[in-house]
């Protein structure tokens, strides 16, 4: 199998999922095999609109890349990025500025295997595999100092990434290091899985993630917001996937309150 696919790593355990080919398959990608789209299947049948949040959440992410360089934003630390598609921050970066770095971090190697094919040369774009519980690992990683100038502001990436982070590992500490290491101005982008409207389905959802062998800490909207510390919140705060500045152009993505996703943008001050 990992010969048939060039973009699989040696060594890969192709018999378990992945969360992130389970994301790209949501996503309509190719990145993913049996196993992943198996899993894939049992949580659409309890959570139909899952495919749909996902696409969401990654439309998010776009806009929110739009408008931090509308701000003035010309570097970007991508801490999750996961299998690369269309429509990837440097492709949304690099059209409105081609100046825009972006160093994009993963610790799931096919995402990186994937991720060094795509940016392979392309000089401004580069991909740390690193685990985001390890934040010097991860600033102190060459292709970081390589790229990035943290004494400029820079655009802090946590898209979708923090619900696999437990309790125990304190993503708002984790958060918080990174939110320390970089300047006055930076933005910080997230979203979040939450539990508000979601009743039994966030149960089971966490339950199948966690026999897949990647644990998934859904959290309430409240919780969320603290993970933005001292990050001044930009209008219109902490909402619903489909709500943070939505694109009027961009077709109409339904029912906001099915979206069990909240996202936000903060700036560091």
């Not at 018999?15 to 789209?37: E, I, K, Q, T, W």
Request: with cysteine.
């Amino acid at each position: 199998m990992q010969q048939e696919h060039g973009w699989v790593p040696p060594g890969i355990d192709l018999s378990r999922p992945s969360a992130a080919r389970v994301y790209d398959y949501y996503l309509g990608g190719s990145h993913n095999f049996g196993v992943d789209r198996e899993l894939a299947r049992v949580a659409i049948e309890d959570w139909p609109e899952l495919p749909m949040i996902m696409q969401a959440n990654r439309a998010f992410l776009r806009r929110a890349v739009k408008f931090c360089v509308q701000a003035g934003i010309r570097q970007f630390l991508d801490i999750g990025s996961g299998i690369p598609t269309v429509g990837n921050v440097h492709e949304v970066a690099q059209e409105l500025d081609p100046d825009c770095r972006v160093v994009y971090v993963d610790i799931d190697p096919v995402a990186v295997a994937h991720s060094r094919i795509m940016l392979a040369g392309n000089d401004f774009s580069e991909i740390v595999q690193a685990d985001l519980r390890q934040p010097e690992r991860v600033l102190d990683a060459p292709q970081t100092k390589a790229l990035l100038d943290l004494s400029q502001p820079v655009a802090v990436l946590m898209v979708a990434v923090l619900h696999f982070v437990p309790d125990e590992a304190d993503p708002a500490g984790l958060v918080r290091q990174y939110l320390d290491a970089v300047a006055p101005g930076s933005f910080l982008v997230l979203s979040h899985a939450c539990l508000e409207g979601v009743g039994e389905q966030a149960e089971f959802h966490q339950k199948l993630y966690r026999r897949a062998g990647s644990a998934l800490t859904m959290r309430t909207v409240d919780q969320v917001a603290g993970l933005f510390g001292q990050a001044r919140l930009v209008e219109p705060g902490l909402v619903r996937l489909p709500l943070w500045r939505p694109d009027p152009a961009a077709p109409h993505e339904g029912d906001p309150a099915v979206f069990a996703g909240f996202a936000a943008v903060g700036q560091k001050v």
